[in-house]
DNA sequence: CTTGACAAGTGTACGTCATACACCTACCGT
DNA sequence: ACGGTAGGTGTATGACGTACACTTGTCAAG
């Protein structure tokens, strides 16, 4: 059942995910549902949770790095393939195992790499802000491909009262900019994260003593 | 009236700011409100549009780096006020003056720099996506002060079921140290954001012949 | 001083949402 | 044969956004 609730919620977005909905796809009357789950929010906490059991767990070793970069790629596939699931990831109160699997196995493999325990907490923290946000921004802007970009931005560029055009020059310049070349989010994401793993590696051993 | 709205989301949340509680804090009726907005996702637009006017936009000149991380401080700033605020804000689809200015401001301070335009543009990216995740952490954990992460980790150690001791011990070790130290946000998120302000300057050249 | 247009507020009503509560039914181990 | 239980049903309630028709206060043009 929470797998057909991802499925939906995939499909019609999370506001069309309703409880009438998924008991319509699930064959059952509405009611039925709350045989399994105690509440919508109940519901959730479950659907959160598949789509943490999708993320790869970075495994313990020396080689945090690519453990790093791997789970975070991992990551915002997961929420690439579940839209839905960008603003309730982080808010939930009641975490599933898979959800405190993840945290933990995170947790793990920095400070088995020996990371301290504060350096470990920063660089959760950092490249977390990171994915969610960029995951965000990702869904906010409205298309997917790079040719896609262009097409949004030729629209945009084509749509703008002539005011615009001295108001807002940079952003005149970006639509224009866009509308040609177009915009590749995976390569975007990995500048950004590569970047982000560069400071961690380098401030590592400064953090290091610091923390205890 | 938009004022007013935001007021009443940040005292009861996004979910309590319906078109009901909103027209009864104005004392009117609540259709009396749809001759001043199109319907509620015109009203979330002027609320979104009013969070932007409240950040501190970034001057033009060389010095990029104070201006990025003055607008940085002061957009997450802006997001801990008003904390309903965090997923709409790039998911608008009829941007507000505001929000144009902001993101113009961005564009206009690197660019005048000597940024070239992709250099800007990943800058940009890789910042707000650190800046919006972390205000989505920072809303989901639940807490505020660092006093306050110490008690609420205290809770939650004192709540674990014996059995997640061996599953997570990472996680049981952070809360532990959480229950003792505390966790100043603020402190944390100036660290990330200064270290991906080093990665941007260290990156600026590399990225200024390969750009256009 | 009247008029009439327009901005703002009102009252009623509808369809959709989550969900409480009482009821039914098929299957299982005893 | 029987009683418990997991799962499904039917009806109802209150909150939500908002459509539609109506009233009122204000103010410029005649």
């Not at 495994?59 to 579940?82: F, K, N, T």
């Not at 615009?164 to 975007?188: H, K, N, Q």
Request: hydrophobic content about 45%; aromatic content about 8%; charged content about 25%.
């Amino acid at each position: 059942m929470l797998i057909a609730a991802v499925a939906v919620a995939d499909r019609v977005g999370i506001d069309g995910m309703t409880m009438r909905t998924l008991s319509q796809d699930l064959g059952v009357v509405p009611m039925a549902l709350y045989k399994h789950v105690a509440n919508k929010e109940d519901l959730l906490d479950g659907m959160v949770d598949i789509v943490w059991s999708e993320v790869a767990a970075p495994a313990q070793g020396p080689d945090w790095r690519s453990e790093m970069r791997r789970r975070s790629v991992s990551l915002r596939q997961a929420l690439g393939r579940h839209r839905w699931a960008n603003g309730l990831m982080e808010g939930r109160m009641r975490p599933g195992p898979a959800n405190l699997a993840a945290h933990n196995a995170m947790l793990g493999c920095l400070r088995s790499a020996g990371f301290s325990f504060s350096t470990a907490v920063h660089t959760t923290s950092a490249l977390d802000a990171y994915i969610y946000g960029f995951a965000l921004q990702e869904r906010g802007l409205g298309f997917e491909t790079a040719e896609e970009s262009g097409a949004v931005a030729r629209q945009k560029r084509d749509l703008q009262p002539p005011a615009a055009m001295e108001l807002y020059p940079y952003l005149i310049e970006m639509v224009v900019e866009m509308s040609r070349g177009g915009y590749d989010f995976t390569v975007e994401f990995e500048t950004g994260l590569d970047l982000l793993l560069d400071g961690v590696e380098r401030l590592r051993p400064e953090w290091a003593t610091a923390g205890r």
